[in-house]
């Protein structure tokens, strides 16, 4: 199994920045891509973007593209949601996410989740 704790959320407000991290234990040698999703309050889980732990390639959707940069250190089994620009509606916990299973990095299914970090910001 794989275990993922995400850290560094918090309050920002409007324009500012934040960097999570994500890092994992256990089997970490079986993962092959880790995503970021978020979930606002009385809304559904919403994929952030995703990278290829091998390769480094990334994935972000159109929402966050040119803002959120997602970025992996293998040594330290972390990756990192660096998050600039935020706007109020980037307000929702934040998860990371795992995959043991090879799919393109478009694919949002993920058998290893973190328990989530708060992200707010105020306008």
């Known amino acids: 199994q794989v275990q993922l704790v995400e850290s560094g959320g918090g309050l920002v407000q409007a324009g500012g920045s934040l960097r999570l991290s994500c890092t994992a234990s256990g089997r970490t040698f079986r993962t092959h891509r880790m995503g970021w999703f978020r979930q606002a309050p009385g809304k559904e889980r919403e994929f952030v973007g995703a990278i290829m732990l091998s390769a480094g390639n990334t994935y972000y959707v159109d929402s966050v593209k040119g803002r959120f940069t997602i970025s992996r250190d293998n040594a330290k089994n972390t990756v990192y949601l660096q998050m600039n620009s935020l706007k109020p509606e980037d307000t929702a916990v934040y998860y990371c996410?795992?995959?043991?299973?090879?799919?393109?990095?478009?694919?949002?299914?993920?058998?290893?989740w973190g328990q989530g970090t708060q992200v707010t910001v105020s306008s």
């Open positions: 996410a795992a995959s043991s299973v090879y799919s393109t990095i478009y694919s949002q299914t993920y058998g290893f």
